[in-house]
């Protein structure tokens, strides 16, 4: 790619990306809304995990109330940079017809999909504030601010953001061989929920479910930035972390580009 294209890429991205910023902004109490109805899946499993530190004498797996208030917080906004591109909307694309539109553009449409969502990020990061404020102040989470822990989370989001959107894409192109992709997600996601840290943190797993975890590209996207941001890893562990998570979204865009060729040679236009 020629420096005049790498340039323009960066224009196309920072135009996709204002215009996801723009949408949800502009919808900002639906969003708001949305942001409401995450907050009941962490508070559940704070209550539990709570009741149950106190029933242990104050800790569990290594956390105590504050930090377990800590977690679930941070949580919050980790599940909005988690938000990508849904494998099942690829469904609806290709009986539609809609990529015909994207297939004729200059720019591919990865790029389209993942700058909207970026911008987006921005738009509910601002809603999210507030919650957090409310959420702070109920639960009171014990978080110790660092510079560096800042910094690396400001990275370690974005890089999981970047693997799980790989990972959903890579998975819609299940679309393109048959009509029941949505099973697959489905299988996916309930891997993801035990494997990542959304479910619980891995530490109150078994062993060997920690151990199968650090293989998956699960934890990479969510306990892993969570961690870093409520200082429960050293230097060290920061950097393998997103060294993981560099080597995920690198071989997940490998398989991508490898699939997409193939799936593309199948794709007959439908629809209207």
Known sequence: ?????????????????????????????????????????????????????????GMVGGFD???????????????????????????WRIRQGRINTFLSQPVHMFHR?????????????????????????????????????VAAFAIAIWGGYAVRFLVLYVMGMINFWTTRGAAMFGIVSALELIFSGRLVPLQLLPDWAESISTWLPFRWTFQFPIEVLIGRLDATQIAAGIGYQAAWAAGLGLLFTVVWRRAIRRYEAVGN
């Open 1 to 57: 790619m020629t420096t005049e294209n790498q340039f323009s890429l960066v224009r196309y991205y920072a135009a996709g990306a204002r215009t996801g910023f723009q949408r949800d902004l502009q919808y900002r109490m639906a969003t708001f809304m949305v942001l409401v109805g995450f907050l009941i899946e962490p508070v559940v499993y704070l209550s539990v995990w709570s009741a149950v530190a106190r029933a242990q004498g």
């Open 65 to 91: 109330e504050g930090q377990l208030a800590a977690y679930y917080v941070v949580w919050t906004l980790v599940r909005v940079y988690n938000t990508a591109f849904d494998p099942k909307a690829w469904e």
């Open 113 to 149: 999909d993942f700058s909207f969502f970026m911008g987006s990020k921005i738009a509910w990061t601002i809603l999210w504030i507030p919650i957090a404020v409310v959420l702070t102040l109920v639960f009171r989470p014990s978080i110790e601010w660092h510079v560096v822990n």
